[in-house]
């Protein structure tokens, strides 16, 4: 028997290890259930099927590309973070494992933020997975594309063909990609800290996943329907109270959609890229700290 | 050797809303009850009688709506005085996908053990709760009776001062009951405190020091074992060896001195003991 006994560590508030221990198990839970890899070969196989897209002018075939592999990056994460997490804290509850971690010097905060760094660790990964193979094969269809140029110019003066390499290269990869995949990215984390929030409240992970879909939804069209109700209408102050409200239940989804951009080559301007990425952040706490609010009172 | 009570409970009720209803549930009234260091003190009573909300209120887990509940002297509702508290929940499942060593890995860095000390304390409790051929298994594959022992072993990761056992046997079958009974045992003996609830009163008079006996969230009863149960005007022999001539004098004995004999019968075992030996050596085929 050990002779130092519990009671004689110095308990400290808050405990990285303990956040880090519930994080790695967290991780460590979800990379084991089967929703993870189905989600992760539907989006490798989409993105993996672009390869073989009608052929259309390299520029048309790579704007599809981009276009297939980021939209389908941006929904299998959002799908990932929402049914990923929707399930985290009822089942620990239904299954009284919180029981056991909650009785150990553990707040509530820290199994909170250890188990949404999980999964937020996990849509990493994902993104990771699916951006390496979206390069992967953007790098492919740009060779091919390269050689295709070069076999068909290859009696053209050398500065034509030059000319049309360049084309080729420009219009594969851009480094507005790198950007374009982080907010994509970010707007996970933000889904995954309110799927969390809502899962503190909600008795059943289909509860939580039926409420995030209607977010997800409203979220995408609530700029638009806000958009066009200010320029029909002069603003009241209560009015722009309402509004802040419904921008917090239902974030603008929409503002993290810079893809349209990318796709089209357009460069993402640092000051757009650096807000879109503090919005993101500035949601995914907010939510982070609603769920703790709420967790801390939870009858257990 | 601290001087504080392991557990302190003061006019501790707990009354949960119902909705849709005008009533609501009244789990715990006015409940006083302390729980003395190096002693088993056993919380009885039918199902719905408010064991498991009592538990959970001294373990921080609910809080009550009025009254207090202090673990060795820290108030229950902070996270610090649950940092010599080991618990184990009424049919505990833990994560399937872990092993026995993950598990218990898992919950001893959640109690600050790193490295070569939560090493030496896994080999330690798997080897106390019998489950080192089973380390390597992951715990969707666990009988009840090995989740049971692994959720001991996982209160006891920390080396805890007091051990909360809600139903520990719930479930198990008598060899794996046994085990869990010894083990208590065997805690009390290196002066662990343990509050445990169980609906089986058998298996609570073998092992507890005092007992309270909780009904509609009432404390009916309370106090040690062997005063609660004593028949003040009764007395018992068990003799090994006695010829009839013996026990005829000692009856005859009896009737002079107007002592009333209430019954003579053979000495028994007890049921489980008798399962227990005819299972024993016995490996499942």
């Given at each position: 028997m050990?002779?130092?006994?519990a ?11 303990r ?6 198990n ?9 929703v ?6 539907f ?7 672009s390869?073989?897209?009608a052929r259309f002018?390299?520029q048309q075939?790579?704007?599809i ?5 980021l ?9 990932l ?19 056991t971690?909650?009785a150990?010097?553990?707040?509530r905060?820290?199994y909170?933020?250890?188990k949404l ?7 990493a990964?994902?993104?990771?997975i699916?951006?390496?193979?979206f390069l992967a094969?953007l790098?492919f269809?740009?060779q091919?594309?390269?050689?295709e140029?070069?076999?068909?110019l290859?009696?053209?003066?050398q ?6 390499l ?32 809502i ?5 059943t ?7 995030m ?12 329907a ?10 009241t ?5 309402f509004?802040?409200?419904v ?31 503090v919005?993101?952040?500035f ?12 967790f801390?009172?939870?009858?257990l | 050797?601290t001087?504080?009570p392991a557990?302190?409970?003061r006019g501790?009720?707990k009354i ?10 009244v789990?715990?009234?006015d409940?006083?009850?302390q729980?003395?260091a190096?002693?088993?003190?056993g919380?009885?009573g039918p ?13 921080g887990l609910?809080s ?9 002297g820290?108030s229950?509702?902070l996270?610090s005085s ?7 929940p009424e049919?505990?499942y ?6 026995g060593q993950?598990?218990?890995s ?6 600050g053990?790193?490295r ?13 709760v019998?489950?080192?051929?089973a ?12 989740l049971?022992r692994?959720g001991?072993?996982q ?7 007091l ?11 008598p060899?794996?009951?046994?085990a ?15 509050l445990?609830s169980?609906p089986?009163?058998a ?5 507890c ?6 009904a ?5 009863r309370?106090?040690k074992l ?20 013996l ?5 005859a ?10 019954a ?11 399962f227990l030996d005819?299972?024993?050596?016995r490996?499942?085929?």
């Amino acid at each position: 028997m050990t002779t130092e006994t519990a009671l004689d560590f110095q308990h400290r508030a808050f405990s990285p290890g303990r956040v880090f221990a519930i994080t790695s198990n967290t991780l460590t839970e979800l990379t084991r259930q089967k929703v993870f890899y189905v989600v992760l070969i539907f989006a490798l196989l989409l993105i993996g099927s672009s390869i073989v897209l009608a052929r259309f002018s390299f520029q048309q075939e790579f704007q599809i590309l981009k276009d297939v592999s980021l939209g389908a990056i941006s929904i299998f994460t959002s799908l990932l973070a929402i049914v990923a997490t929707a399930r985290l804290i009822p089942q620990d509850i239904e299954d009284r494992t919180v029981y056991t971690i909650l009785a150990k010097p553990v707040a509530r905060f820290e199994y909170l933020i250890g188990k949404l760094i999980g999964v937020l660790l996990l849509l990493a990964i994902s993104t990771a997975i699916m951006s390496a193979m979206f390069l992967a094969v953007l790098y492919f269809r740009e060779q091919s594309a390269l050689h295709e140029t070069a076999r068909q110019l290859a009696n053209a003066p050398q500065e034509q063909l030059e000319d049309a390499l360049r084309a080729v290269r420009a219009s594969a990869f851009n480094y507005n990609l790198v950007p374009g995949i982080a907010v994509i990215y970010l707007k996970s984390c933000l889904l995954a800290s309110l799927a969390l929030f809502i899962s503190t409240f909600a008795s059943t992970n289909i509860f939580t996943i039926v409420v995030m879909t209607f977010v997800y939804l409203i979220g995408h069209l609530q700029a638009t329907a806000r958009e066009y109700w200010l320029q029909e209408n002069v603003p009241t102050w209560t009015a722009r109270v309402f509004l802040a409200l419904v921008a917090l239940l239902f974030p603008d989804l929409q503002a993290f959609n810079l893809v349209d951009d990318v796709v089209a080559g357009a460069a993402i301007p640092l000051a757009v890229f650096v807000k879109t990425a503090v919005l993101g952040l500035f949601y995914t706490t907010i939510y982070a700290f609603l769920a703790a609010f709420v967790f801390y009172g939870k009858e257990l | 050797m601290t001087t504080e009570p392991a557990v302190a409970v003061r006019g501790l009720t707990k009354i949960f809303p119902v909705p849709f209803r005008r009533n609501p549930l009244v789990a715990i009234r006015d409940l006083d009850l302390q729980v003395v260091a190096g002693e088993v003190y056993g919380l009885l009573g039918p199902n719905g009688s408010g064991k498991s909300t009592t538990l959970k209120i001294i373990l921080g887990l609910v809080s009550p709506t009025r009254g207090e509940a202090k673990i060795f002297g820290r108030s229950s509702s902070l996270v610090s005085s649950r940092a010599g508290v080991g618990f184990l929940p009424e049919n505990p499942y833990f994560y399937r996908y872990l092993t026995g060593q993950e598990t218990l890995s898992f919950f001893g860095k959640l109690c600050g053990l790193r490295r070569d000390r939560l090493r030496k304390r896994i080999d330690e409790l798997l080897k106390l709760v019998g489950l080192t051929n089973a380390r390597e298994r992951r715990l969707g594959t666990y009988s009840k009776g090995m989740l049971q022992r692994i959720g001991l072993a996982q209160a006891l990761i920390n080396d805890p001062k007091l051990v909360v056992l809600d139903e520990p046997t719930a479930g198990v079958d008598p060899a794996g009951s046994r085990a869990i009974c010894d083990l208590i045992l065997d805690l009390k003996r290196r002066g662990i405190t343990a509050l445990l609830s169980s609906p089986l009163l058998a298996q609570a008079q073998e092992i507890c020091d005092r007992v309270g006996i909780l009904a509609n969230g009432i404390l009916i009863r309370e106090g040690k074992l062997e005063e609660l149960i004593a028949i003040e005007n009764r007395s018992e022999f068990v003799l090994e060896n006695a010829s009839d001539a013996l026990v005829a004098e000692i009856e005859a004995l009896a009737q002079r001195s107007n002592a009333k004999l209430i019954a003579r019968r053979k000495s028994t075992t007890t049921l489980e003991r008798l399962f227990l030996d005819a299972t024993k050596d016995r490996p499942n085929e």
